[in-house]
C-alpha cells in the first residue's frame, strides 16, 4: 500500500523530523487562502500514487499568490499517468546548498532492513543504481541492534564532513528507522533530503510503502488507502479470498495457485492469445469462490472466453466443478468456457463437469491451445 | 538419502488442533510421516489422531524428541511461532502459513540462523521426500522416488512439474517449496547445496517467478558450486510490472525481477530454461543422459 507525500511527511513530523511549513488542499481557493499565509516563494506539488510528478509537469514553483493561483489551477484536475489529481500540497519554498537522498526498505538476500544513503538526492534513485551504483551507500540492519548510534554515524560520516549535521544526521536516521518498524514499512524514502541555507537537515519530500500482510496490526496505515479503480477491484476480489490483476487481453484464466496462474498467462501467450487477467482462486475447496469468480472474469467485457486450469492440492477438484456447475445456474454465461481438471478428486470433478455438457480437456497445454481457438472463432 | 525430511524425522505440529493443522496431520500420517506431538496453547493433555498434544513446543520437544516442527498457525501468530520452534531445540522449522508481516520474517529468520535451525516458508507447501516422509500440504499420490530434486517458489506449479515428472516415470528425491514471500527461510543456494551433497540426487529442477533477484544469484552459484545438471522454469513472463502477481514477493519492480532477466541468466551459464511446464522431463532426461556419458 501507498501514501501521499503530505500523509508521509505528516507521519515524519510526527517523529519531530523537520519538513516545510505545508498544507494540502483540494480548490484553488484552498491553494490561494494557504499561499496568502506562507512566505513567498511557494512550491505547488500534485499529490497523486505514483513516480515522476515532475516531469509530468504536476510541480509548480510560484513567486507569487498570483503564481500559486494559477499552478493550483493548472494541477488540479490534471492527469499524470491515468490518474487524476485531486489534491496539491502547497509548500513554503526553502533555500537549501545540497541535496542527498536516503531510504530504508527491505533486503531480500540478507532477509534484513537495508539502509540507503547517497550524496546525489534529488533525481530518481533508479536511475542512480544505473548510471553510478558506487554513488549508493548501503547498509544493513541487524534486527537485534535496531539502527544503533553508531551504525547511524557511519552512515551519516558518508554523507557529511561538518559534525553539526553529522549530530542532526545521526538522530534523523534513528527516527527513520524506528518509523519503519513501529508502522511495518516496506519502504521509507526522503528524496531529497536537504541542508538549508541555516544549515539544517529538512525532508523535502517523502514517500512512504508499507507491508500489505501487516496492515491488520496498523488501523491509522490501513485507514489512509486511497485505491484507483483497478486497486478497488483488486480489494473486492481479496475479500472474496481471491487474488486478480486485470490485463488487457481476451481470454479469462481462473487458475488455483499464483504460480500456476502466471504459468497459464504465459502458455496463453505462447500460444499466440492474449490472457485477460491473472486469476488465482486459492487454496480452499469453496465451491462459492469459483462463482465468484466467474463474475469477476464476466464483468470484463473484453472476456471472450473462459479457461479453468485446477491442479487439486488442498483444493478439490469436484468441489470447483460444483462451484462452476452452480455459476452457471446462477448466471447467464453465453462465452465458451475451457475446462482442465488435474490432481485430488480430478476424475469426480470430470464427471460434473461432463454432464453439464461443458468441453474437457487433459492438459493446460490443450486448455490453452483451446481457448485461443474458440476465442479465435468467436471474433 | 535425500534431504532434510526422511524417515528419521520425528515431526511436531504447531497448531495441530486448528482447521488446516488437524486436516493435515491426517493427511501426513497417512503417508507415514512420524507425528510424535502436536502444539496448541491451552489445549495440552488432549490428542489429536491419537497424537499427544502440548501447550508449548518445549514440552513437546522434551516429552517426545521431535528434531522436526511444522506450523499451521494464523499469519498474525506465525512468526511467534517459528520463533517458539527455534528455541525449543527442533533442527527444521516448517512454516506453512500465509500473509506473515515481513518484519516478522525478519526477526524470524535471523534468530534461527544465530540459533543455527533451518526454516522453510512461510506461504510455503512443505516438502516430501516420497516413500518417506510428507511434511506439508503436497497432493502425495502424485509423487514418485527417483533421483531429481525439485525447488520451487510457487505450490501449485510445483504439482504441475512433479505431474509431468512422474507421468514421464521420472521420479523425485525431495521436493521443497520455498514460499512465495520476499523474506523466507532456506532459499535456492542453501537448497541447491544439500541436493549437490545428497548422493541419491542426480539432476536438479528450479521453479521461480518474477521478482527479487534470487534467480540470479541461483545461476551465480550453480555456475561457482554446482556440478549436478540443472534445469529451471521461470512463471510470470506476461506478468506486469509493479502488480503484485498474488504472492508477496512476486512483482517487478523498477523495472527489475522480471522473468526475461532470470531466463537470461541461466542460459548464460548453460542451465536450461524450460518455455513451457511440458518440456521440463524432456530437458531432465536429457541433462542425466548427458551426464552418465560423461
Known sequence: MKIHEYQAKEIFSRYAIPITTENVCYTVDEVVKTASGFDMPVVVKAQVLVGGRGKAGGVKLARSIDEARAAGEQILGMNIKGLTVEK??????????????????????????????????????????????????????????????FMARKIAFKLFNDFSLVKQAVDLFIKLYQIFIDTDASLVEINPLVVTDEGNLLALDGKMNFDDNALFRQPEIEALNEPDEDEVKELEAKDKGLSYIRLDGTIGCMVNGAGLAMATMDLVKYFGGQPANFLDIGGSS?????????????????????????????????????????????????????????????????????????????????????????????? | MSILVNNKTHLVVQGITGRDGSFHTSKMKAYGTNIVAGVSPGKGGLTVEGIPVFNTVEEAVKATNANTSII???????????????????????????????????????????????????????????????????????????????????GTLTYEMVNQLTTHGIGQSTCVGIGGDPVAGLYYQELLQLFEDDP??????????????????????????????????????????????????????????????????????????????????????????????S
Not at chain 2, 533442527?91 to 515481513?102: A, F, K, N, Q, R
Request: aromatic share 4%; hydrophobic share 45%.
Open chain 1, 88 to 149: 496539491v500540497l502547497v509548500a513554503e519554498g526553502i533555500r537549501f546548498n545540497a541535496e542527498y537522498y536516503v531510504g530504508l526498505t527491505i533486503d531480500r538476500n540478507t532477509k534484513s532492513v537495508i539502509f540507503m544513503a547517497s550524496s546525489e538526492g534529488g533525481v530518481e534513485i533508479e536511475e542512480v543504481a544505473k548510471v553510478n551504483p558506487n554513488a549508493i551507500h548501503k547498509f544493513i540492519i541487524d534486527p537485534d541492534l535496531g539502527m544503533s548510534p
Open chain 1, 286 to 379: 469453496n465451491p462459492q469462490k469459483v462463482v465468484d469468480a466467474m463474475n469477476l472474469l464476466l464483468s470484463d467485457k473484453n472476456v471472450k472466453v473462459v479457461m479453468i486450469n485446477i491442479f487439486g492440492g488442498i483444493t478439490r477438484c469436484d468441489d470447483v466443478a460444483r462451484g462452476l456447475v452452480t455459476a452457471l445456474d446462477q448466471m447467464k454465461v453465453d462465452i465458451p468456457i475451457v475446462v482442465r481438471l488435474s490432481g485430488t478428486n480430478a476424475r469426480q470433478g470430470l464427471e460434473i463437469i461432463k454432464e453439464a455438457n461443458l468441453p474437457v480437456v487433459n492438459t493446460m497445454s490443450e486448455a490453452a491451445q483451446e481457448a485461443i481457438r474458440l476465442c479465435a472463432a468467436c471474433q
Open chain 2, 72 to 154: 499451521f498457525v494464523p499469519a498474525p501468530l506465525a512468526g511467534d511461532a517459528i520463533l517458539e520452534a527455534g528455541e525449543a531445540g527442533v533442527e527444521l522449522v516448517i512454516c506453512i502459513s500465509e500473509g506473515v508481516p515481513t518484519l516478522d520474517m525478519v526477526k524470524a529468520t535471523n534468530y534461527l540462523k544465530k540459533k543455527g535451525v533451518k526454516l522453510i516458508g512461510a506461504n510455503c507447501p512443505g516438502l516430501i521426500t516420497p516413500g518417506e516422509a510428507l511434511v506439508g500440504i503436497l497432493p502425495a499420490n502424485i509423487f514418485l522416488k527417483g533421483n531429481v530434486g525439485l525447488m520451487s517458489r510457487s
Open chain 2, 200 to 293: 541419491e540426487t542426480d539432476a536438479i529442477v528450479l521453479i521461480g517467478e518474477i521478482g527479487g533477484d534470487a534467480e540470479e544469484r541461483a545461476a551465480q552459484y550453480i555456475k561457482e558450486h554446482i556440478t549436478k545438471p540443472v534445469v529451471a522454469f521461470i512463471a510470470g513472463q506476461t506478468a506486469p510490472p509493479g502488480k503484485r502477481m498474488g504472492h508477496a514477493g512476486a512483482i517487478i519492480s523498477s523495472g527489475s525481477g522480471t522473468a526475461a532477466e532470470k531466463i537470461a541468466a541461466f542460459e548464460a551459464i548453460g542451465v536450461p530454461v524450460a518455455r513451457r511446464p511440458v518440456e521440463i522431463p524432456t530437458l531432465v532426461k536429457e541433462m542425466l543422459e548427458k551426464r552418465s556419458k
